[in-house]
């Protein structure tokens, strides 16, 4: 049995946020309902059209879903996610501050009704504070939070590549309503769940924070390097390629320069005996690794590397991750259906020997439509009525 097999999951979800909480709930076996607009859906279906027509976040995020279309505008289209809400688990919800109240979803009427559903409000920066109705995208959020302060370089910040504060919020979403589902187990109530992007990345933050706390100074971003830790960072070789190679501690540094770059020099040398020495004087050591590695190939600078016990990689682009052998030989990749046939992604990270995940197709925009209005025990006619009236 998966283990949140017989669990319900109403999803009144759009972007990252919510659909990647509600996706791993459906990977372990829950049945996630999503509930969208009918003039469209989760705006994420149009980021793009690269997977076949069907846009990359959108395939990523929406596996095993059932979706209903609905006119949420409309007193029937309300009625019909009432009955929803009334027979799920768990209902999660990241719209626009404010409007899920206005669709009869506000926390304190939900717990009265229905004392055993577990909520989950995910916003852009929690409930309270002035920023409470703000709204707040991925990029805002990471800016606000101080992380794209510390990404990219000294003259130019950046924004990380994948969008962190909804990745964030949509995983603590995950783990609360795993706690939750067990609370109830022991209880029998149900609890509600508030997750702002914002508190998300600012946990993340948790060491630079400290550091502007505690040392009242702010980390400096440095590209593919690490404020922390030196040297570390990215190293062309001489194949063009580009070697990633560091150390996290005194005894890495001296085998990286008596056994690596043949420099026992370097290791005895007072200047560089500590990791806040090496810091200090990152770009000469940066400068002495770059003409090593810039002499061999990769190959031969990992080789090295290895037999030195040092943590090494190669910088790889997502096309060449594609091929990544680490994914390929260990079976990674899973298949799964969609409105344009079996497409390709990845299996959910943990390793679990006891059951298989869940791989169920992503949904066209309403096409359990009906099927979910039946369960409800709206009959034909009804279903009828709606359709004629825009209402699905």
């Not at 659909?19 to 279906?45: M, Q, Y």
């Not at 980390?219 to 062309?236: H, I, Q, T």
């Not at 990749?333 to 409105?339: A, D, L, R």
Request: charge should be negative; include cysteine.
């Amino acid at each position: 049995m998966m283990p949140l097999a017989g669990t319900t999951v109403v999803a009144v979800e759009q972007a990252v946020a919510a659909p990647i909480c509600t996706r791993h709930l459906g990977d372990l076996g829950a049945r996630v309902i999503k509930v969208e607009n009918r003039s469209g859906g989760d705006f994420a279906r149009d980021y793009d059209d690269t997977v076949r027509g069907m846009a990359a976040h959108f395939v990523w995020a929406n596996r095993n879903k059932e979706s209903i279309a609905l006119d949420l505008k409309h007193p029937r289209g309300r009625e019909v996610l009432a009955g929803l809400v009334a027979t799920a688990d768990v209902l999660v919800q990241n719209l626009a501050p404010g409007a899920a109240a206005r669709l009869g979803l506000d926390v304190a009427g939900l717990r009265a009704r229905h004392p055993r559903l577990i909520t989950v409000d995910i916003s852009g920066y929690g409930r309270g504070g002035p920023q409470e109705t703000a709204r707040a995208y991925d990029l805002l959020v990471q800016s606000e939070a101080g992380s794209c302060a510390i990404t990219g370089s000294p003259d130019e910040p950046a924004k990380p590549g994948i969008p962190i504060a909804d990745i964030g919020a949509g995983m603590y979403a995950l783990t609360s309503v795993l706690a939750a589902l067990l609370v109830r187990e022991r209880t029998g109530r149900g609890t509600a769940i508030s997750v702002g992007l914002f508190d998300a990345v600012a946990e993340w933050m948790g060491f630079a924070l400290n550091q502007a706390r505690y040392g009242g100074f702010d980390p400096r971003p440095n590209g593919l390097s690490s404020p922390m830790v030196a040297p570390y960072g990215a190293y062309p070789t001489g194949d063009e390629q580009v070697l990633v190679l560091g150390t996290t501690n005194d005894r890495e540094w001296r085998r990286l320069a008596a056994k690596v770059l043949d420099r026992p020099d370097l290791a005895d040398d007072p200047r560089y005996a500590h990791n806040a020495l090496r810091v200090e004087h990152r770009a000469e050591l940066d400068e002495i690794i770059a003409a090593w590695a810039g002499g061999r190939t990769l190959a031969e600078a990992r080789a090295a590397a290895e037999a030195a016990g040092l943590g090494h990689a190669r910088l790889n682009s997502p096309t060449e991750v594609l091929a990544h052998p680490q994914l390929s030989e260990r079976g990674r990749w899973c298949e799964f259906g969609s409105p344009v046939g079996p497409v390709e992604g990845l299996l959910p990270p943990p390793e679990v020997d006891d059951w298989e995940w869940r791989l169920d197709p992503v949904p066209a925009l309403g096409e359990h439509t009906e099927l979910i209005l039946r369960e409800l025990d709206f009959g034909e006619r009804d279903i009828a009525m709606m359709r004629a009236d825009n209402v699905i």
